[in-house]
């Protein structure tokens, strides 16, 4: 048992590491596109989000993101309520919020990225936006 618990520790020492460099590097490049290219941050609207949404490639760069994010904080968290919940019972419930609070945010995070539709079904087609077609 002792074993087990050192396994999963060390994996999550390792993957706060690798999280750590991974998302300093989606994040700068995150930031450099939206902010410092073109227009900069006066171009951010609906329809940029729209459009880099339809692409794979910044649907993937944002959901990695995402997911990184959440487990790195969420891991960081953990370690924090390890070391300062002194009783069982608080440990066990502070993480229980925890996972149920990451598990939401990573769900509906996850959903509105792969569902995210710019061009919705209207009855008039005049309240789309200008770069939807008429449908």
Not at 26 to 37: A, D, Q, R
Not at 91 to 114: D, E, N, S
Not at 115 to 128: A, E, G, H, K, R
Request: glycine share 6%; net charge neutral.
């Amino acid at each position: 048992r002792l074993r087990s618990r050192f396994n999963f520790e060390r994996t999550a020492w390792i993957f706060m590491r690798y999280s750590g460099v991974a998302l300093v590097i989606l994040t700068l490049g995150h930031l450099t596109v939206g902010l410092m290219i073109d227009e900069g941050v006066y171009r951010i609207d609906w329809a940029y989000v729209a459009d880099r949404w339809q692409s794979p490639f910044w649907a993937t760069w944002d959901i990695l993101m995402l997911w990184l994010a959440m487990l790195h904080g969420t891991n960081g968290v953990r370690v924090i309520i390890e070391d300062y919940a002194e009783k069982d019972r608080t440990r066990f419930w502070l993480k229980t919020l925890l996972f149920l609070a990451a598990g939401f945010i990573l769900l509906v995070g996850t959903l509105v990225i792969f569902t995210f539709s710019p061009c919705p079904t209207v009855d008039n087609p005049d309240l789309l936006p200008s770069f939807c077609p008429a449908q």
